[in-house]
């Protein structure tokens, strides 16, 4: 016996007068698409894993699946599966005209007489028709049935009897191993492929009938290894099929996230577009808060010291004191206009664009003390450091409106304003002498009141502080407000 291809599969005799030269090079190779039918499992075809929620004949004969994914690695199995349908196609016949030329080539070789030449020919027509007619019956049919299984039967007979006049005709046996799946229903399907590893090993061994016990052991023992191919195969193609389900699996849970992902992101955007209607509204109702909390400490303010300049005004009797509280009108005036100019461009104090925080401070409880008379005391702790725009400004209009409230309703003679630096924290205090009164008791703001302690105390908290009034009557009052230390960056 001599090897006749890479695997070592086969031989034929070593007189050259038997063997099927070159037929185990073609069966050996397909061994790997009839094992899932040895093995009974629903396992990958020969053109590879298949699609999910797809059939072998599916996959095989190219079909398309509807909702089936043809990216990545799908798409390129839909390349492989509408190659296997050609082979499908036209493989038998191209099978048997290579098996007829070579059978017939080497048919004086073999010894094959004129009658069994004839009735081979005879036999290569009837496979022709054969397949000529189910190339056109069989086109249309996606699932193996009762026809494709009777085709499948005629044209092994036909194999299986050419191999006998001739072990080279195995080369159109071997189609065999490739249709089984497509061609059978699986309760017949071992038996297809075990009558086309029958032929195929009688080819292999030399020919059929296996002459004399010696020949009857050499095909016993090529069928059984044909046999065990084609389990291996079978094992090998299960272990395929179930990494390409676990990926098909994890393809589908992964478009199931991004679909879900996707649908967050929608959510997300619509909550998004909400939520910027909200804040925006927000801070419509914020601005309109602060504007009116700007306008009552510059213009408001600026009014309400102008009109008790003139009040003093009306009641002297003497010209000098008259023109002293005329000119501290006019200059009050001339600071309103500029705190009104000021907060139509940035809102932010006049006192505060030249200055610092303390000095604005000091500034302002000097000239408050020279307005109303009442000795008035600044005083700064800690290390002084330079806070964002928001945070002195927040602080020196806290301050005013408690010093234009002590001024007011006090009565006080004496007034501190200390701004403390206390490592993250700025505390602003305003204390004063005079009469006191009950912060539990004070009214809520009237349409003719000032902002008073609600104003300073939502100051406070717009830049997350906090604003804390002890008061008791005839006691005096103190009024803290603490803020966190945000520094200015420039």
Not at 71 to 92: C, I, K, Y
Not at 297 to 304: E, F, H, K, R, S
């Amino acid at each position: 016996m001599r090897e006749t291809n890479g695997e070592g599969a086969g031989a034929d005799g070593a007189d050259g007068g038997d063997g099927a030269d070159g037929t185990t090079e073609a069966a050996g190779a397909n061994r790997k698409g009839g094992a899932a039918d040895m093995a009974a499992a629903d396992v990958s075809g020969p053109g590879g894993p298949r699609t999910p929620g797809r059939s072998v004949p599916d996959v095989v004969a190219g079909r398309s699946v509807p909702g089936a994914s043809v990216s990545g690695p799908l798409r390129d199995m839909e390349t492989v599966a509408q190659r296997w349908a050609l082979f499908h196609r036209w493989g038998p016949l191209a099978l048997l005209g290579v098996g007829t030329l070579v059978a017939l080539s080497a048919a004086d070789a073999i010894g094959m007489s004129r009658r069994a030449e004839a009735l081979a020919g005879a036999l290569v027509g009837a496979a022709l028709l054969l397949e000529l007619g189910w190339h056109v019956v069989g086109r249309n049919r996606s699932t193996p049935g009762p026809a494709s299984g009777c085709y499948y039967g005629l044209r092994w007979a036909c194999g299986f009897t050419l191999t006998w006049l001739n072990p080279l005709f195995a080369f159109y046996a071997v189609i065999g191993y490739f249709s089984a799946e497509r061609l059978l229903p699986r309760r017949v399907r071992k038996a297809g492929l075990l009558a086309t590893a029958v032929t195929v090993a009688g080819s292999q061994a030399g020919g059929l009938p296996p002459r004399g016990g010696t020949g009857w052991l050499v095909f016993g023992a090529i069928l059984g290894v044909n046999v065990l191919l084609l389990a291996l195969f079978a094992h090998l193609a299960a272990l395929e099929d179930a990494r390409a389900r676990a990926q098909a699996e994890a393809i589908t849970e992964l478009e199931r996230t991004n679909g879900a992902l996707q649908r967050a992101l929608d959510e997300n955007a619509a909550l998004h577009a909400q939520l910027l209607v909200q804040a925006r509204e927000a801070g419509v109702a914020d601005e309109r808060r602060r504007l009116a909390a700007e306008i009552h400490d510059t213009i408001a303010q600026g009014l309400t010291g102008i009109i008790a300049q003139l009040q003093v005004v009306a009641g002297a009797h003497d010209l000098t004191t008259a023109r002293t509280h005329l000119e501290r009108a006019s200059a009050l005036a001339r600071h309103s206009l500029g705190e009104a100019r000021r907060s139509v461009h940035n809102l932010v104090p006049v006192a505060l664009a030249s200055d610092g925080l303390p000095r604005a401070l000091r500034s302002t409880v000097e000239e408050w003390s020279a307005r109303t008379g009442v000795p008035a005391r600044f005083t700064v702790t800690g290390t002084e450091e330079v806070p964002h725009d928001e945070i002195s400004a927040t602080l020196l209009r806290i301050a005013q409106e408690a010093l234009s409230n002590t001024a007011r309703h006090a009565g006080a003679t004496r007034a501190g304003v200390t701004l403390s630096f206390m490592g993250d924290e700025v505390v602003l205090d305003i204390r004063d002498d005079g009469g006191g009164f009950d912060p539990a008791a004070v009214p809520a703001r009237g349409r003719s009141g000032g902002f008073g302690l609600d104003g300073m105390r939502a100051r406070a908290e717009r830049v997350a502080g906090s604003l804390a009034v002890e008061s008791e009557p005839g006691q005096g009052t103190a009024v803290s407000a603490r803020v966190p230390l945000v520094r200015d960056d420039r």
